[in-house]
């Protein structure tokens, strides 16, 4: 969504490892931490044209480290979209925040010149559908595709955002989304991570309580990738 989707400009990764202890040359990330993703993309939108979105998503993070591996238990806290006009506004309801859950993700740190080398190889993830294949089966095209899912439990499908264009059109928007990311950074303390999130992102808009909102724009990562960053 990131699609349409992650609050400050600040770098991104920050927060309070539990110990900080060496072993070897291989310093300890165990602990709880706050990450900070901004993801920007470029999106075709009705009535208004191209428009650049920065997605900003506000994580919690529990990592467990086993010499370089670690074990990364997100949970999305707060997502919200400058879109850097007036025009267009696009609101994550707390339903949505809430339906994404906790994702286990794998990383590798190794010791670099000038302190550590992060990297998290892509993860896939889908929204409001499931599918047999999730990194290679097209999206679905219909509500009433049975693998089509009510994931944010407010009675439509797929997961609802809703959106304000030019003041005047505004509503709710359902859509399955599927997206992926990578991340890559460096560390040159034991308590910060900074580096870039490399990211992609498909969605299907299924429907939509205003019939203005149907039409189907576009949206692809800007292609500056310095503007997407953890």
Known sequence: MRGILLLLLGLALFGHPAASRHEGNQGDFSGTWAQLQVTSEISIVPFVGEVTNKNITLLRLVQEQNGNQLKVIADVCSIRVESGTSMVSIEFPQAFVDSLGMVTKRSTIEPADHGYRFFQPPVTTLRGVHLENPESDPLPREAGDPRVFDQDDDGKPGVTVRITILGLIS?????????????????????????????????????ASNPFLKARGTNRPDPVAAHSYF
């Open 171 to 207: 509503g709710e928007v359902y859509l399955i989304q599927r997206d992926w990311s990578s991340l890559t950074g460096r560390a040159g303390t034991l308590d910060r991570i900074d580096g870039l999130i490399d990211w992609g992102i498909e969605q299907v808009v299924l429907g």
